[in-house]
């Protein structure tokens, strides 16, 4: 079974703490996603990447930052967490090709929660 | 700036009845509209979608119902059953592979036994 792993369920944090969330995907897939979920807001995309190494804005980018190293692997960074960044976290992921790019691999989800 | 407005915001059927979800976009380049369903604990999953040469696409009980002209489509679910409580959420993606997926702000469907 194809996968996307996110390595923390949940995490709390202390506000100015530096967070990273880690997300691995199994299915060679080009792209992958970070997006943030909150009631009433639905899914709001912070960052995606296309390539190793690349990374593009996406619509909340502010207070977040990207690291993709290496294909599988796509890791979110917030700088100084703050209260305002309390939320769940969806990593996702899609492959190139006939298709590929309109269905999304989502993995569990990271709760965070800063105090 | 929402570009796919969704409602209503929570949903209570009753086991058997039809649930129907509904989403209105606005920009007319978008050309494929998913849903994705998410159960609890879970991330969300692709359940259906259409295109908008076609007015409806129906997988089992569940019917995606497209209108092009009003810029609006609909999730319409049959014999609603509690297996089917969860969250979902419309979403729309331009022609482009490079075009990302706007998501609308989701759905919070409870089925009554």
């Known amino acids: 079974d194809v996968k996307v792993t996110q390595s923390s369920r949940y995490l709390v944090k202390r506000t100015g703490e530096k967070v990273f969330l880690e997300c691995v995907q199994d299915m060679d897939h080009e792209n992958m996603f970070w997006y943030r979920q909150d009631p009433g807001l639905g899914l709001r995309l912070i960052y995606f990447?296309?390539?190793?190494?690349?990374?593009e804005k996406g619509d909340i980018p502010e207070g977040y930052s990207v690291s993709r190293e290496k294909k599988e692997r796509f890791s979110l960074i917030l700088e100084s967490a703050s209260t305002n960044q309390t939320s769940m976290y969806l990593c996702?992921?899609?492959?190139?090709?006939?298709?590929?790019?309109?269905?999304?691999?989502f993995g569990a989800g990271s709760r965070l929660t800063v105090l | 700036q929402q570009q796919v407005k969704q409602s209503p915001q929570s949903l209570i059927v009753q086991k058997g009845g039809i649930s129907i979800i509904n989403c209105a976009y606005e920009n007319t380049a978008f050309d494929y509209f998913p849903w994705y369903q998410q159960f609890p604990g879970k991330g969300p999953a692709l359940l259906i979608a259409i295109r908008p040469d076609v007015s409806e696409k129906k997988e089992g009980r569940f019917t995606i119902s497209f209108n092009k002209s009003a810029k609006q489509f609909s999730l319409h679910i049959m014999d609603s059953q509690p297996g089917d409580s969860a969250t979902y959420f419309c979403?729309?993606?331009?022609?482009?592979?490079?075009?990302?997926?706007?998501f609308g702000s989701g759905t919070r469907l409870s089925i009554r036994p």
């Open positions: 979403a729309a993606k331009g022609y482009s592979s490079a075009s990302k997926i706007i």
């Open positions: 996702a992921s899609s492959f190139d090709g006939l298709g590929g790019a309109n269905v999304l691999t």
């Open positions: 990447s296309y390539d190793v190494k690349m990374k």
